[in-house]
């Protein structure tokens, strides 16, 4: 059966969330940020972020369903600039939905506590340096892909990436993306070259361990 990358709508974040946190649990990353966070705790608190990227007019939020039980399995954020002057498929969010986005403005305020502020900031401020460093105002970003480990190696992933390199070809214009270590070879099948590795060193910020990742770009396939 065909996978299809569909737009993700509102009623599509909680599973949206389980994925990620699914997918992301493993690293040491997000146990240093919230230490002692229960799952339900940080489900509410991954909700709020995430509708905040569905409010966002340049993030375009994409979703794969299981072809059995029609629930979303994978799913990606591509992050497009206004200057490729593409128009994305913003969903309409409820009243709830708009809340939880004006709410994740201020997102330590919602953080599970304890909180460790220092990791959580040094973090976003990692991968604030990382794009201004090495992307442009008509670069795309890819934001994040996540697959549930159950349906890995299945083409999944691919789909999604093709959705956003066929436009970054069309437009003849880069992508960016901070991978961790699985993704690697994915994206170097599609494309991507590494530029640079960053690490942080939590120890540094209280916690415990070292989190790096890679940065990679790819260059668009040039016009026949």
């Avoid at 940080?42 to 299981?66: I, S």
């Avoid at 880069?174 to 270590?181: G, S, V």
Wanted: glycine share 6%; proline share 7%.
């Amino acid at each position: 059966m065909a996978l299809i990358a569909r737009s993700a709508t509102e009623a599509d974040v909680t599973a949206l969330t389980r994925i990620n946190i699914v997918c992301f649990q493993q690293y040491g990353m997000l146990r240093a940020m919230f230490p002692q966070s229960d799952l339900p705790t940080l489900m509410e608190f991954k909700v709020l972020n995430a509708m905040k990227h569905m409010a966002n007019p340049q993030m375009n939020v994409l979703t794969v369903d299981d072809p059995v039980t029609g629930e979303p399995v994978s799913y990606t954020r591509w992050l497009i600039p206004k200057s490729l002057g593409f128009t994305p498929s913003t969903p309409n969010l409820s009243e709830r939905g708009l809340s939880l986005a004006e709410a994740a403005k201020n997102p330590l305020q919602h953080a599970p506590q304890p909180v460790n502020e220092s990791v959580y900031n040094g973090f976003r401020k990692m991968l604030e340096e990382a794009r201004g460093k090495h992307t442009t105002d008509r670069d795309m970003i890819l934001d994040l892909l996540a697959t549930l480990p159950s349906h890995q190696g299945r083409g999944i992933g691919s789909a999604l990436l093709r959705w956003g390199t066929e436009k970054a070809d069309a437009w003849q214009v880069r992508i960016f993306l901070e991978a961790t270590p699985e993704g690697i070879p994915l994206y170097l099948k599609h494309g991507w070259k590494i530029v640079e590795e960053v690490t942080m060193d939590l120890d540094a910020h209280g916690a415990s361990g070292r989190e790096t990742f890679t940065l990679m770009m790819r260059d668009p396939v040039p016009a026949k």
